[in-house]
């Protein structure tokens, strides 16, 4: 007999061959890491790995194809994905205001658009802000939320947000949620989950923005009036976002709103008012924004390259689980904002959640030495 037994094919030859160039660019970079600080290689081996520029999709992934995004943990974005939604083709700051004249909703109120956001309290310390929520009619609460888009307000007046994370869509705003799809079923089919733990509405101007944070969700988020501006960053970059233990607060009313506007007070939650040792409600909160990346940055924040996307009315963001991530927000020729996400469960077992408690102990050990 002739011929040889089991040669590999020219495929696989060439793919050994396109490897080992790879392995062979990279190997420079890795070897001048010899020695380097454990956390410090961790967050630049992955940098040289992985772009910081989003993956997009001109149309929606297979369930297989979504799985591998989850698997790596890694962020893409469809553009148009929900350009043929009934809340993409008809919602307008009319629509809304029509179709919940009669409704009553619940508005998170902040000075500054900084809800549930680091903040710095009268003693000069860093406090965990929640807003002051309250239940206002809705048109009433549109109104104020375009006339203050529009500057038809005093600057220094409160800003109001419709950001419930309460499953909301399904509850407080039922009557809207025909006009959405139920579920993603490319998620529902490779996340084995029959329904979104929750699908949220959100409503607002330019003025209110997202502090850097993270979700334990999968996280699947659909824009539909306006542009959400996203700054993500990956779970291994704990220790560029200079997490602290922060006291909780909440804004209140001193005075009833009709009277005036602008009074709003940051108070301690009670339980923490007498306690010095950051309180045992404290709230593990990153500090450090990276668009103000001098500000609060630890020795670990210059290694930190953002991953910045742009959503438009109809396109859909895939957020995995325990991404850092800031949103700031921009308006439609209606002068409102309204994107709606769907919130799956994350799956605890796999290296993901205990590689990710590492990091924050290894950082935590750094600091101690």
């Not at 509405?201 to 209110?208: A, D, K, P, Q, T």
């Not at 220790?239 to 209140?252: D, F, I, M, S, T």
């Not at 306690?275 to 670990?300: C, H, I, K, M, Q």
């Amino acid at each position: 007999m002739t011929g040889r037994i089991d040669s590999p094919s020219d495929s696989s030859i060439n793919f050994a061959t396109s490897l080992k160039s790879l392995v062979s660019r990279r190997k420079p970079k890795m070897a001048a890491l010899h020695g380097a600080d454990p956390i410090t290689e961790l967050i630049t081996i992955y940098n040289e790995l992985n772009s910081h520029i989003i993956i997009e999709l001109d149309e929606e992934p297979s369930p297989l194809e979504f799985m591998r995004f989850v698997a790596k943990n890694t962020p893409f974005v469809v553009r148009g994905a929900a350009a043929d939604w009934k809340a993409t083709r008809t919602w307008t700051s009319g629509f809304l205001k029509s179709h919940l004249a009669d409704e009553t909703v619940n508005v998170a109120v902040t000075p500054a658009g900084n809800a549930d956001a680091p903040t710095t309290y009268k003693d000069g310390s860093l406090v965990f802000a929640k807003p002051w929520e309250e239940d206002q009619p809705f048109p009433d609460f549109l109104d104020y939320v375009i006339r203050q888009e529009k500057r038809e307000t005093e600057n220094s007046e409160e800003i109001r947000y419709a950001q419930t994370q309460n499953d909301n869509l399904r509850n407080e705003y039922a009557s809207l949620f025909s006009h959405v799809q139920q579920d993603i079923p490319f998620a529902r089919i490779a996340l084995e989950q029959e329904s979104p733990d929750a699908i949220n509405l959100w409503i607002g101007n330019s003025h209110s923005v997202t502090a850097l944070h993270k979700d334990n969700y999968e996280n699947l988020y659909v824009q539909v009036l306006g542009q959400k501006h996203f700054v993500l960053l990956p779970p291994h970059c704990q220790p560029c976002v200079n997490e602290q233990a922060l006291r909780p607060a909440q804004y209140h009313r001193t005075q009833p709103r009709e009277q005036n506007d602008d009074a709003l007070e940051l108070r301690l939650d009670v339980n923490d008012v007498n306690d010095d040792s950051g309180g045992n409600g404290a709230v593990p909160f990153a500090t450090w924004d990276p668009d103000r990346p001098l500000e609060n940055a630890t020795a670990y924040s210059h290694l930190a390259e953002p991953v910045r996307v742009t959503l438009w009315p109809g396109d859909m963001l895939y957020l995995p689980c325990m991404w850092y991530h800031k949103v700031s927000q921009s308006c439609s020729p209606d002068d409102i904002c309204v994107a709606v996400n769907y919130w799956y469960d994350m799956d605890f077992a796999g290296p993901l959640y205990p590689l990710s408690n590492f990091v924050r102990a290894a950082n935590a050990s750094s600091h101690n030495k």
